[in-house]
């Protein structure tokens, strides 16, 4: 795979770092954005000053808003949308796909509107035959991006294209590990989010360490219960797809969705709070779709049911923490 071309298509943040890291590795990329205006932005300044400031782009790094010439001219997809639109790009993408392309996906959530897992929606619009892998972990785009030591999981089903993809992202500062277990990076990557507004909530109100350590181990209980209830391994969310992303997003500013719960605690509205982050928020489409999901599975999950009611329901910050410390005794392992 030494002369892979890639398109990457979103250029924020995440997008905009793996396509740095790619083009950094010897890749020819194709950086994809829907907004001409910023691609015409980034081409002119070789960098994306809005989200990754003073980061040159490498030669391999081409910023294209011609979506159907930059597949029709890459082997492979990797797409990096908010979960709000990945539906609508893989509509986008199906008729220009080529049949050896596989598509690979950064994208942390679940579809709006059905709680289902983002490779439900790569088998239902591109067919179940199709090649694909998502990449997840504990990751930040600026550290990404400044080269700074980073790992991060691949799975797919193939696992000889797993092991492929891992070699084109690994170099001396980042490193890629590979499973099978899609299901499980998925739904950590989704989750964490939700639990990430949960911390920030708890810290902006001042509650303590003793409270974070408590969040994030509880709320990786709730994770690998609705995991393995979808038939994820409890061993991948020990990993870095699920606890190294939990701890990474829970407890550093650099997370959106803990900034958001920060602004939350601070007494303001959902509107407000968003408004600050000036970025999207996944935790909070997400919030609903897992609780719809573990409704679903019959899967109990009271932190993100919580987090849920802040948002969706109106519930007072410090009341929703309340509410988890009056519930019932019961034995840790339940």
Known sequence: MKNTTIAV???????????????RNGVKVFLWGNEPDHIATLSTERSNEAFLPGIPFPELLQPVDNLSEAIANSDDVLIVVPSSAFRS????????????MHVIWATKGLEEGT???LHENIEEILGADCGYAV?????????????LPTAITVASKDTDFAASLAGLLCNDSFRAYTTDDVV?????????????????????????SNTRAALITRGLTEIMRLGHALGGRQETFMGLTGLGDLVLTCTDDQSRNRRFGLALAKGNNCKL?????????????????????????NVEMPITQQIYR???????????VQELFARDLKPESI
């Open 89 to 100: 790009v893989l509509q986008q993408i199906s008729t220009s796909l080529k049949p050896t």
């Open 115 to 117: 709680g289902k897992l």
């Open 135 to 147: 990449i997840s972990g504990p990751t930040f785009a600026q550290e990404v991006a400044r080269g």
């Open 310 to 320: 802040v948002l969706y329901e109106g519930v007072n910050p410090r009341d929703a």
């Open 184 to 208: 499980a990076v998925e739904l950590g990557g989704a989750v964490k989010n939700v639990l990430a507004i949960a911390a920030g909530i708890a810290d902006g109100l001042g509650f303590g």
């Open 273 to 297: 709070a968003l408004a600050e982050i000036g970025q999207v928020v996944e935790g909070i489409q997400t919030a609903r779709e897992v609780v719809r999901l573990a409704e679903k599975m």
């Open 9 to 23: 298509l979103g250029a924020g943040s995440w997008g905009t770092a793996l396509a740095i890291l790619l083009a």
